[in-house]
């Protein structure tokens, strides 16, 4: 066993752990942060996969964007009400049934698959593909990228206001 098969089943168990501590969990922030942990030990799994612009835009788009919204929700809900948001588990049985038969069928397909068959002509095309991602972003796409981020400022920024606006008239 190598090093780099060593780090694949730690963040792989990293990831599962955090994925059924966030089943069990009670406080919706705590589950946010353990929903991080648990898009970041992906992102891992992507970067030993050598799909580098997946791991990037993983961290991005899920840990970076939607789950600060996420935060800043749970956050704002629970300033507003007084009281933190705590989930109550009503359907375990069921739930735990789902869990172990979608398992079941995770381990059948994941058996019968063939990984670290050829790494270094799945390599360099993924790094073509990255190459070529990345010069349409910066060439013939910029206009639209820095839309994008503008647009996603302008959303932060209101956000903001509304959240400082709601403060200032419960208090």
């Known amino acids: 066993m190598n090093f780099v098969t060593i780090l694949f089943y730690f963040f792989e168990a990293v990831a599962a752990l955090a994925a059924l501590s966030l089943v069990l969990v009670r406080n919706v922030f ?4 353990i929903l991080v942990v648990c898009l970041l030990s992906l992102a891992a799994i992507y ?4 799909a580098e612009f997946v791991a990037v835009t993983q961290i991005l788009i899920y840990a970076g964007g939607i789950l600060v919204v996420i935060i800043f929700g749970v956050m704002l809900t629970a300033k507003i009400a007084g009281k933190p948001l705590v989930v109550k588990h009503t359907n375990v049985w069921g739930g735990t049934l789902a869990c172990v038969a979608l398992f079941t069928l995770l381990l059948y397909f994941l058996s019968s698959q063939k990984f670290f068959e050829d790494g270094k002509d799945k390599m360099q095309a993924a790094d073509t593909a990255i190459n070529t991602i990345g010069f349409g972003l910066m060439t013939e796409f910029v206009l639209p990228f820095e839309v994008a981020g503008i647009l996603l400022l302008a959303a932060l920024i209101g956000a903001a206001v509304i959240a400082s606006s709601i403060k200032s008239r419960n208090v």
């Open 47 to 50: 970067v030993l996969a050598f």
């Open 30 to 33: 705590y589950g946010a942060l």
